[in-house]
């Protein structure tokens, strides 16, 4: 019989049976799942590494005990890997971060003002990134440009092709321009999954214009967190969004394992509960922590840093309410040793070194052994006396007698090369902020009074780094604002005169006031000197091979 005979006769059933029983029998119409699944895809605190960043990411032995493991992890093009792979096992996916993308970069990315970051971010598929406080370390007007592109400003166009700018979308809710009282850049956006719309808030920590140069938060206003998003739930309400993913580039810190939430406190713990209680996850960062956990009923996760790990993020929506009946994640490790390289962002990185490989690999000195950042007890550290220690000296030409140097400029510990050598990547990538140098006069009094301020006014939790010559004792049991104690300022074995002048030297961004340090900004006699990472470059030529020195000059009681 042949195929268009079977087809003939059973064309010719389904008429007889209709004659017959005035009926036909056919499929019941499928209905659509209870539910729709939705993955979020998450990073935060990139920091322009582009490629594994040293030191990978530490985790718990899985032998057991305290000790901890390190994972060789991060790079985009391993990342890109991962991201592509979860994307390709669910119907609907979103890739969104959580600020810092930019700012404190190697000098891969950060020679080039970043645009190799967010070119590789958009070639990923980035949709969506709230602000961070390091998205405004060069202003307003740079974070601008890297959203809508075009040559920087004062260098022009300096990588190997034009830059367009960002394909995904930043997030400011509570970023407001005081003039005209709108927001930097929109608060929300609403992404629709099988015809539900989940609005994705995104929004930076209210302590941010502390943090930045006064230059940089100069005519915007950064509000409370909660009070912004309790704010806009009622008005998407209104819309028909009933599901609230919150990306909010603040955090806390944990001592358990990347999918844990072990011993969780910092700001995200005194927000959280704070939010309507419409908001179903907060996607957190800023503290470079990852963590896994439920805060007052809403999941809260957070992906360490520099690309190491991606948040998986799993939501069921409710397609009669609307609204997210179950989310759960997952911390997945961006392991080098298990995901391919993905090969247009290898392309990528490969245009962009061929341009930074010269700068980079230029040899400047060496050290003995390695220069770390960590702190002791007094808050000082061996790689921050060095740093005082190259800018004092750079200052001497503007008559520099002392140096203070921002722990939190201090980006990474000063590695140990081939034969001990130390390129000029290593050094931008422990000072990558592009900083100068500033000599002005201060008083006794007013160091004393700047010396308090760490601990009064700073919204760092670091200790000023001090230079050769100059020390002091600080004790916590006397009372706040006065814990340096009495006769223990001395700069090269005397004691400071409170109504002498000195001559210091800081960076730009302390000059300014960074870091809290309002008092800076009464200094007096400004000489604009030399770039920090010159600075330190020339130290290291003197002075090779430098040995790592032992932190003496600042001791704290009690």
């Known amino acids: 019989m042949s195929a268009e005979f079977r087809g003939y006769r059973g064309a010719f059933f389904v008429v007889v049976m209709f004659l017959l029983t005035g009926t036909v029998a056919v499929a ?35 032998a057991g005990g305290d000790k901890k493991v390190t994972i060789v992890a991060g790079g985009v093009e391993y990342m890109a890997t991962l991201v592509h792979q979860l994307r390709r096992t669910h119907r609907n996916s979103i890739f969104v971060a959580v600020g810092d993308l930019v700012g404190a970069s190697p000098l891969l990315s950060g020679l080039f003002h970043d645009e190799p970051t967010v070119e590789s971010m958009s ?20 974070l601008l440009r890297l959203q809508n592109g075009g040559c920087h400003p004062t260098e022009g166009c300096t990588g190997p092709h034009h830059f367009d700018g960002a394909r ?6 509570n970023v407001v321009d005081t003039k005209t009282g709108k927001t930097l850049f929109p608060s ?42 309790n704010a806009l739930i009622p008005k998407l309400q ?42 179903d996850v907060v996607v957190s960062g800023h503290t470079h922590q990852a963590y896994n956990c439920v805060i007052d009923g809403r999941l809260v996760t957070s992906a360490h840093r520099y690309g190491t790990v991606v948040t998986e993020i799993d939501l069921k929506l409710d397609r009669r309410t609307h609204d997210v009946v179950s989310a759960r994640a997952n911390n997945v490790i961006v392991r080098d040793d298990t995901y391919a390289k993905d090969p247009a962002q290898t392309r990528l990185i490969a245009a962009y070194n061929a341009l930074v490989a010269p700068v980079a690999s230029r040899v400047v000195g060496k050290i003995t052994a390695p220069i770390t950042r960590a702190e002791n007890d007094a808050g000082e550290s061996a790689l921050g006396e060095v740093i005082a220690d190259a ?17 939190g400029g201090i980006r990474a510990d000063l590695k140990l090369g081939q034969d001990g050598a130390v390129s000029y990547a290593d050094l931008f990538e422990v000072q990558p902020f592009g900083n100068t140098l500033v000599t002005l006069t201060l008083s006794g009094a007013q ?20 230079s050769r010559g100059f020390t002091y004792t600080w004790d916590k049991a006397r009372p706040v604002g006065d814990w340096v104690v009495p006769g223990s300022l001395l700069l ?8 002498a002048d000195y001559r210091v030297v800081v960076s730009n961004f302390l000059a300014d006031g960074g870091d809290g340090l309002s008092l800076l900004r009464e200094g007096r006699d400004r000489v604009t000197g030399i770039g920090a990472v010159d600075a330190m470059e020339a130290y290291l030529r003197a002075n090779s091979p430098l040995a790592p020195p032992s932190p003496d000059r600042i001791k704290r009681l009690n």
């Open 391 to 407: 800018q004092l000296a750079a200052g001497r030409v503007t008559g520099a007698q002392i140096a203070f140097m921002n722990s």
């Open 238 to 279: 209104k819309q028909g969004v009933q599901a609230f993913v919150v990306l909010l580039h603040e955090g806390g810190t944990t001592t358990g394992a990347p999918n844990e939430c072990k011993d969780l406190t910092g700001p995200i713990t005194q927000i959280v509960p704070k939010l309507d209680k419409a908001v």
């Open 168 to 173: 995904f979308h930043y997030l400011a809710a």
């Open 492 to 499: 090269n074995g005397k004691p400071l005169d409170p109504a």
């Open 447 to 466: 160091i004393k009074s700047l010396l308090e301020l760490q601990w009064v006014e700073s919204i760092s939790a670091h200790v000023l780094q001090v």
């Open 123 to 142: 070639q990923m598929g980035l949709g969506l990134s709230s602000v961070g406080n390091h998205e405004f370390d060069d202003g307003r007007a740079e």
């Open 188 to 229: 929300y956006y609403v992404r629709w999954f099988d015809g539900l719309p989940v609005a994705f808030i995104g929004l930076t920590l209210h302590g941010t214009g502390s943090i930045i140069s006064p230059a940089a938060s100069a005519g915007l206003e950064f509000r409370d967190e909660a009070d912004t998003v």
């Open 28 to 62: 019941a119409p499928r209905k659509p799942p209870a539910v729709v699944d939705v993955a979020i895809l998450a990073i935060n605190d990139l920091h322009g590494n582009l490629v594994p960043p040293w030191g990978g990411i530490s985790v718990p032995d899985p």
